[in-house]
C-alpha cells in the first residue's frame, strides 16, 4: 500500500523559501508601493471651462453675472495633503506630548491574530515560500496566481 502525500509539501521544496528577514523587506516594500498608489491628484483640477458654451436659455432675458463662491469642500479636494504632510503638521502644531508620533500602546496579552492576505478573513494556514497567511484552497489559488513571490526581495 502507498502512501499519498501532499502536493503542495512535495512541491514546497523545489521553491525557494524567504527567512524573516526577506518577507518583513517584501511586507515594507509592498506597503511603500501601496502608499505611492493611494494618493494621486485630481487630474481634472486644472482643467478650464471653454467660454464658448452654446446659451440654451431664451435670448430676450439679459443674464446676471452673479459670482459663485466656492465652498470649502472645494478647497479641501484641491489641496489635499498625504498622510506624511498630516503628520508633520500635527508635530509641528503640537509638539509637546501626546501626538501621533509620541502614541505607544504596550503589547497586547492575547496571541496575535492572522488574517488572510487574500480576503482578510481569519486564517489557519502560512504559504511555505513567502509566509503569507491564507484561508481557504481558493484564497491558496489566488494567492498561487498572483502574489506569491511577486514582490522583488
Known amino acids: 500500500m502507498t502512501s499519498r502525500e501532499s502536493g503542495r509539501v512535495k512541491d514546497a521544496e523545489k521553491r525557494r523559501v ?4 526577506s518577507r518583513k523587506r517584501r511586507a ?5 508601493a501601496l502608499e505611492q498608489d493611494n ?9 478650464v471651462m471653454s467660454k464658448k458654451v452654446p446659451k440654451f436659455a431664451d435670448s430676450n432675458e439679459k443674464p446676471t453675472r452673479k459670482k459663485k463662491s466656492k465652498s470649502a469642500e472645494y478647497y479641501k479636494m484641491r489641496f489635499r495633503k498625504t ?3 498630516l503628520v508633520e503638521e500635527d508635530a ?5 506630548p501626546p501626538n501621533y508620533l509620541s502614541a505607544q500602546v504596550p503589547p497586547s496579552n492575547f496571541p496575535d491574530r492572522h ?25 491558496l489559488g489566488t494567492h498561487l496566481d498572483t502574489r506569491c513571490l511577486k514582490w522583488t526581495a
Open 115 to 139: 488574517f488572510c492576505a487574500v480576503c482578510g478573513f481569519p486564517s489557519n494556514y502560512t504559504c511555505i515560500p513567502c509566509g503569507a497567511r491564507y484561508c481557504s484552497v481558493r484564497c
Open 39 to 47: 494618493f494621486h491628484d485630481d487630474p481634472h483640477a486644472d482643467l
Open 83 to 85: 498622510f506624511a504632510q
Open 28 to 32: 515594507r516594500k509592498a506597503v511603500e
Open 92 to 96: 509641528n502644531f503640537r509638539p509637546e
Open 18 to 21: 524567504l527567512d524573516d528577514a
